[in-house]
């Protein structure tokens, strides 16, 4: 599941892993260094649950600062996999030279890098294939080959280039999908372990990518409109939904910043294309504690 600002909080994470215990992995929201460096214990709680199995995304652009969050980061036992943004191309990050815009200086991304990979455990990137409108196999590759360089074999490839003037909405839409400039970077890179990210939401790109021995991938949007889409596409079988809500809904009753808007948010998302969708919602936006949504969900054979 990609990381996804205002989505991927740990509600929704956790109500993925319930649903999917084997077939899923999740990644936080995206959490600049600067919070764990001077607010380590509310962005760690606020962001992640004891339980926690997901991983954390950071952004940075000062060698030194990734030095001082990967030192906080090694001692928390509840995180076990930082990812780090290389690709977002929000106005706001572009302004603190994050995410896509630190890639316009490749040098500087080496050295953050170079501190990134102190981090004990596993590790990986999420970049974009090309940085402006037009095709740039440079630029991917000479990424790749800095990533192979350090050691971080795990990269996720959004499947379009990212533009800096433009927002985030425009820029999932403006440059266009090149999954052929995806699979030529995975043909001459076998020592790394490239996903795919950007419009995986039908069976036939499935199949498409399946074709060509790719077997994971990075989906995100499409997970917020409708968390159960693999099962109605028929690429996985999800067994007693009932129960994975009420498991849900048992691990995040002990989080410190409970937010019961929040928990009904995640929950809407696997509400959508069931028969009387708009009432479930309407019903479930009227409940106020978790007692009332965990009763609700049990006395209603929604998916059954």
């Keep these: 599941m990609a990381p996804m600002m205002g989505y991927t909080d740990c509600y929704f994470r956790s109500l993925s892993h319930n649903l999917f215990p084997n077939e899923f992995e999740t990644i936080s929201e995206m959490i600049v260094d600067k919070a764990l460096i001077y607010n380590e214990k509310k962005t760690i709680s606020q962001h992640f649950l004891p339980s926690n199995k997901s991983a954390i ?61 102190k981090y004990k455990k596993k590790i990986s990137v999420k970049c974009r294939l090309g940085l402006g409108l037009e ?7 000479d990424y790749l080959d800095l990533f192979d360089e350090i050691g971080i074999k795990t990269v996720f490839i959004h499947c379009r280039n990212g533009i800096l003037n433009l927002d985030t909405k425009k820029n999932r839409s403006i440059p266009k999908i090149n999954y052929d400039l995806f699979l030529e970077c995975k043909k001459f890179n076998p020592k790394l372990n490239l996903i795919p990210n950007g419009e995986i939401n039908e069976k036939r ?54 937010n019961i808007n929040l928990i009904k948010k995640s929950l809407f998302t696997i509400l959508s294309h069931v028969p009387h969708s708009k009432i479930y919602k309407r019903e479930l936006e009227q409940l106020q504690t978790l007692a009332e949504i965990s009763q609700y969900f049990e006395s209603r054979s929604i998916w059954n």
């Design 57 to 117: 995304q950071i952004a940075g652009s000062e060698p030194s600062e990734i030095r001082q969050a990967v030192k906080i980061l090694n001692e928390i036992e509840i995180i076990n996999h930082v990812n780090f943004n290389l690709g977002c191309p929000s106005s706001r990050v572009q302004e603190n030279n994050l995410g896509l815009a630190l890639t316009q200086n490749f040098k500087l991304v080496k050295q953050c890098l170079e501190e990134l990979v």
């Design 135 to 141: 095709e740039d196999k440079q630029y991917i590759f």
């Design 205 to 258: 790109v499935f199949d498409y990518f399946l074709q060509y021995d790719v077997k994971n991938f990075m989906i995100g949007r499409q997970f917020t409109k409708d968390l159960l889409f693999l099962e109605k596409i028929g690429l996985i079988k999800k067994n007693n939904i009932n129960a994975a809500i009420q498991n849900f809904l048992d691990e995040i009753k002990i989080h410190k910043n409970l």
